[in-house]
């Protein structure tokens, strides 16, 4: 994007893009402005990015239909020892003493590093890549650090 | 979006609360689903990846930081899920701009008779956008899905999808492009049929 504009010159598309955005620093967004000011081409342009914008925002939206929350709490009521559960009586009391007592074993070797290291972030974190672990390539989540923002990360 | 309210159903599913983590599910299922569902087109099996996204955010969520933001930390198991799904079916198309013809990209211009708030008017128009939306290569389809229907920030996008906030930022302007440059081109279709 030249501040000489010429009549047939090829857009600066990821400039107009993140103007539209709103993602351009302030320098680059007065720079843009005042080109579009004087250019019909980028000005044209601009106004596609903006009507395409506007159009998928308007398009219908799907909804599931019914409440999944619903079903996941039964599921996770179901499985319940995949959980670093607190609250762990919740789902043993009630059973036999037998099969409650091997599962509150097997209960405490999933969740004697977690409760060992209270709040430390070691031990849930492995768990959360354990979980990863367990499933197929594609699905793997190598780059949830990557979810923290900037500078938090240790 | 990180709201208080938030922040404290987090916290209460970490420790094992089946309603809490409910509750989150509650916040967000219509929203992944649609994400997912626009992503890999068959209804039933998005219904499926759906819950299979959040069952996957309950076993990592212990895992989770307050310093990341929940929404992107979710979309970004949803994203892996469908990326998936995607990959087994061999959909996958990378940036697709050799099948444009030459030059559409840069001299399409917007039709001025149509004003922006009638653009969607007519079932016809966003069965021509669907249509365009379906045909464009899963990442561009994708991040203009985070953009435009989540309205996430390039940073949050950057974050979802494990990419920098540079390469949101082309890649967002060439999915953008491609998407005009296919309406456009359904458009002249429907008028010369
Ligand atoms: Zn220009």
Same mark, same amino acid.
């Given at each position: 994007?030249?501040?000489?504009p010429?009549?047939?010159?090829?857009?600066?598309?990821?400039?107009?893009?993140?103007?539209?955005?709103?993602?351009?620093?302030?320098?680059?967004r007065?720079?843009?402005?005042?080109?579009?000011?004087?250019?019909?081409?980028?000005?044209?342009?601009?106004?596609?990015?903006?009507?395409?914008?506007?159009?998928?925002?308007?398009?219908p939206?799907?909804?599931?239909g019914?409440?999944?929350?619903?079903?996941?709490?039964?599921?996770?009521?179901?499985?319940?020892?995949?959980?670093?559960?607190r609250?762990?009586?919740?789902?043993?009391?009630?059973w036999?003493a037998a099969v409650?007592?091997?599962?509150?074993?097997?209960?405490g070797v999933?969740?004697?590093?977690?409760?060992?290291?209270?709040?430390a972030?070691?031990a849930?974190r492995m768990?959360?890549?354990?979980?990863?672990?367990?499933?197929?390539?594609?699905?793997?989540?190598?780059?949830?650090?990557?979810?923290?923002?900037?500078?938090?990360?240790? | 979006?990180?709201?208080?309210?938030? %922040?404290?159903?987090?916290?209460? &599913?970490? @420790?094992? =609360? $089946?309603?809490?983590?409910?509750?989150?599910?509650r916040r967000? #299922?219509?929203?992944?689903f649609?994400?997912?569902?626009?992503?890999?087109g068959?209804?039933?099996?998005?219904?499926?990846?759906?819950?299979?996204?959040?069952?996957?955010?309950?076993?990592?969520?212990p895992?989770?930081r307050?310093?990341?933001?929940?929404?992107?930390?979710?979309?970004r198991?949803?994203?892996?899920a469908?990326?998936?799904v995607?990959?087994?079916?061999?959909?996958?198309e990378?940036? %697709?701009?050799?099948?444009?013809? &030459?030059? @559409?990209? =840069? $001299?399409?211009?917007?039709?001025?008779?149509?004003?922006?708030? #009638?653009?969607?008017?007519?079932r016809?128009?966003?069965e021509?956008?669907?249509r365009?939306?379906?045909?464009?290569?899963?990442?561009?389809?994708?991040?203009?899905?985070?953009?435009e229907?989540?309205?996430?920030?390039?940073?949050?996008?950057?974050?979802t999808?494990?990419?920098?906030?540079g390469?949101?930022?082309?890649?967002?302007a060439r999915?953008?492009?491609?998407?005009?440059?296919g309406?456009?081109?359904?458009?002249?279709?429907?008028?010369? @049929?």
């Amino acid at each position: 994007m030249n501040d000489q504009p010429t009549p047939m010159h090829a857009p600066d598309l990821p400039g107009l893009s993140a103007y539209l955005d709103g993602e351009l620093d302030a320098e680059e967004r007065q720079r843009v402005a005042i080109h579009l000011a004087a250019c019909p081409v980028c000005t044209g342009r601009l106004a596609e990015l903006a009507a395409l914008s506007t159009d998928l925002r308007a398009l219908p939206e799907e909804s599931l239909g019914f409440d999944l929350a619903g079903v996941i709490e039964s599921r996770l009521a179901a499985a319940p020892r995949r959980t670093v559960a607190r609250r762990r009586r919740d789902w043993w009391m009630g059973w036999p003493a037998a099969v409650g007592s091997a599962a509150s074993i097997a209960a405490g070797v999933l969740m004697g590093s977690a409760l060992v290291t209270g709040s430390a972030a070691a031990a849930p974190r492995m768990a959360a890549m354990r979980v990863f672990d367990t499933m197929p390539p594609g699905n793997l989540c190598v780059g949830l650090e990557s979810c923290y923002v900037k500078g938090s990360v240790k | 979006m990180a709201d208080d309210a938030e %922040s404290e159903l987090i916290a209460r &599913a970490q @420790e094992g =609360d $089946h309603r809490a983590f409910a509750a989150l599910v509650r916040r967000y #299922q219509d929203r992944v689903f649609r994400f997912i569902l626009r992503l890999i087109g068959a209804r039933d099996e998005a219904m499926d990846l759906t819950q299979e996204t959040f069952m996957k955010a309950h076993q990592a969520l212990p895992g989770w930081r307050p310093e990341a933001q929940f929404r992107t930390w979710l979309f970004r198991i949803a994203h892996n899920a469908a990326l998936d799904v995607l990959r087994r079916r061999e959909r996958i198309e990378f940036v %697709s701009f050799a099948d444009l013809p &030459a030059g @559409e990209e =840069d $001299h399409a211009l917007p039709d001025p008779a149509r004003q922006p708030d #009638q653009r969607l008017a007519d079932r016809q128009s966003i069965e021509l956008l669907e249509r365009t939306l379906q045909e464009l290569p899963a990442e561009h389809r994708e991040i203009l899905l985070l953009r435009e229907l989540e309205d996430m920030s390039y940073t949050e996008i950057a974050a979802t999808l494990g990419i920098a906030e540079g390469t949101v930022k082309s890649r967002l302007a060439r999915a953008r492009s491609a998407a005009i440059a296919g309406y456009q081109r359904h458009s002249g279709d429907n008028r010369h @049929e």
